[in-house]
């Protein structure tokens, strides 16, 4: 268990009708699932004021609406959430990179001066899911693949999860695959390597109950028919 936290995380739905938190109210760490389509007229309303402008032209860049939407949707929820963890206006989060553990080079995950709070954002199909904590944390929320996918892609997993997998019947094939690909990003996301470590080296597994991995805490997040997602959190030395 992860000191400080309740576990499993709670869930909440960030379809939100205001602007949640305000200067100098922190938000309690936890999960946050925001529904782009729900989020529409928050991000409308907002977007333009509190995104930098790195944010505004990769959203831009974006070809198809919905990818857009899903965006700045994510990109609005993580600047109000911040904003409210850190006591200051959503447009002025300070973020930065943070030193890549592998080089040492500024271009690790994303993180806020100081390590106030550690964060992770990961969106697809309409949904992001944000994660928030005193210790480094990683999300990932996938869209249950075609089959096809499922099983090219599996061979990229874990000796042992890739037999799993095969093991599976092809119609449950792609949400198990799904299941343990969303485990493993969350878990990159965590260490701050994202998919610059080789799937295959972590053994996490493609049943109900995550294998254990030391040092960290792993649990599948239910949000919804058609998507899997997890989060990885760093547990807490205790004195």
Same mark, same amino acid.
């Given at each position: $268990?992860?000191?400080?936290?309740?576990?499993?995380?709670?869930?909440?739905?960030?379809?939100?009708?205001?602007?949640?938190?305000?200067?100098?109210?922190?938000?309690?760490?936890?999960?946050?699932?925001?529904?782009?389509?729900?989020?529409?007229?928050?991000?409308?309303?907002?977007?333009? /004021?509190?995104?930098?402008?790195?944010?505004?032209?990769?959203?831009?860049?974006?070809?198809?609406?919905?990818?857009?939407?899903?965006?700045?949707?994510?990109?609005?929820?993580?600047?109000?959430?911040?904003?409210?963890?850190?006591?200051?206006?959503?447009?002025?989060?300070?973020?930065?990179?943070?030193?890549?553990? /592998?080089?040492?080079?500024?271009?690790?995950?994303?993180?806020?001066?100081?390590?106030?709070?550690?964060? /992770?954002? *990961?969106? /697809?199909?309409?949904?992001?899911?944000?994660?928030?904590?005193?210790?480094?944390?990683?999300?990932? !929320?996938?869209?249950?693949?075609?089959?096809?996918?499922?099983?090219?892609?599996? $061979? *990229?997993?874990?000796?042992?999860?890739?037999?799993?997998?095969?093991?599976?019947?092809?119609?449950?094939?792609?949400?198990?695959?799904?299941?343990?690909?969303?485990?493993?990003?969350?878990?990159?996301?965590?260490?701050?390597?994202?998919?610059?470590?080789? $799937?295959?080296?972590?053994?996490?597994?493609?049943?109900?109950?995550?294998?254990?991995?030391?040092?960290?805490? !792993?649990?599948?997040?239910?949000?919804?028919?058609?998507?899997?997602?997890?989060?990885?959190?760093?547990?807490?030395?205790?004195?």
């Amino acid at each position: $268990m992860a000191g400080g936290l309740r576990w499993p995380l709670e869930l909440r739905d960030g379809a939100w009708e205001r602007p949640l938190g305000t200067p100098g109210r922190a938000a309690e760490p936890g999960l946050w699932l925001v529904r782009a389509e729900a989020f529409r007229t928050v991000v409308a309303r907002l977007a333009d /004021s509190v995104l930098d402008v790195a944010e505004k032209q990769r959203a831009a860049a974006l070809r198809r609406a919905r990818d857009r939407d899903t965006y700045l949707a994510g990109h609005v929820g993580l600047r109000l959430l911040l904003g409210a963890y850190l006591g200051v206006p959503p447009a002025d989060v300070p973020f930065q990179r943070l030193p890549c553990p /592998s080089c040492g080079e500024l271009h690790g995950r994303p993180g806020v001066r100081g390590d106030p709070v550690h964060f /992770s954002l *990961s969106h /697809s199909g309409g949904l992001c899911l944000l994660a928030f904590a005193p210790v480094p944390v990683g999300v990932d !929320i996938e869209a249950v693949p075609a089959l096809e996918v499922a099983q090219e892609v599996g $061979m *990229s997993l874990h000796p042992q999860e890739t037999a799993e997998l095969r093991a599976v019947r092809a119609v449950d094939r792609p949400a198990v695959f799904a299941r343990v690909w969303a485990r493993k990003e969350a878990y990159l996301k965590g260490l701050g390597v994202g998919l610059g470590r080789a $799937m295959s080296l972590d053994y996490l597994g493609t049943a109900s109950a995550v294998a254990k991995v030391p040092g960290w805490t !792993i649990e599948d997040v239910a949000v919804g028919d058609g998507y899997a997602a997890a989060v990885a959190v760093q547990d807490c030395v205790q004195d």
